[in-house]
């Protein structure tokens, strides 16, 4: 009797480890095709609300109508922005490999805007009191992680079945063991006639990737 609940015991034991990812290797990011998205191709992220969710992700010059430049939405849902690259803690040009799931990484604008002489890579922004937001800007840096780095880090965390949809979260774990550090979801903020991301602890935004065939050749 002792041996065949140990046999039982076992068989849902080693049921359980072929079903769930292994400790460190979380699911890979998907795009809506269904592909394992590449660290070293070029995406476009829109909301998979299809039409009243808005399109795709852009620039915009920030609230103050200055550098550096504010992360936004395109209203319109036929306008799919800027596409981008995505770097993992363990990116490099060696070493490229996949995105995954709750993994920081860095975003980064493969548009280069004149007006602004800067990197098109994500960064939270110092809180905006006046509008009681801590937006998404660019002046980031790709790598170097650590404590000086966490606001360039975000991680995209899967959300509900089915399509392949997800959130953006800015919640820096891998990069640092520093604690007290802000931790969100990134969603919509309506200011200055333009959707800017913005960290939220209500509605995230609800987004799928598309990759960019031209630039990911």
Partial sequence: MKSSLLALSLSFLFFALLTKPLSGHPNPLLDLDGDKVEAWSAYYTTSIIIEAGGGGLTLSPN???????????????????????????????????????????NIQFSTNIPICNEPMV???????EKRGAWFITTNGV????????????FKF??????????????????????????????????????????????????LGSVKDEVLSS
């Fill in 63 to 105: 609230r103050n109508g200055s550098c550096p430049l504010d992360v936004t939405q395109h209203s319109s849902y036929l306008l799919r922005g800027y596409p981008m690259f995505f770097f993992p803690t363990n990116y490099s040009s060696e070493n490229r490999g996949y995105v995954h799931e709750s993994m920081d990484v």
């Fill in 122 to 128: 994500w960064k939270v922004d110092n809180c905006d």
């Fill in 142 to 153: 790709v790598g170097n992680p650590g404590p000086q780095t966490l606001p360039n880090w």
């Fill in 157 to 206: 965390v899967k959300i509900g079945v089915g399509i392949n949809a997800y959130k953006i979260v800015h919640c820096p774990s891998d990069v640092s063991e520093s604690t007290g550090h802000l931790c969100n979801d990134v969603g919509i903020n309506y200011v200055e006639n333009a959707w800017r991301l913005a960290l939220t602890s209500t509605q995230p935004f609800r």
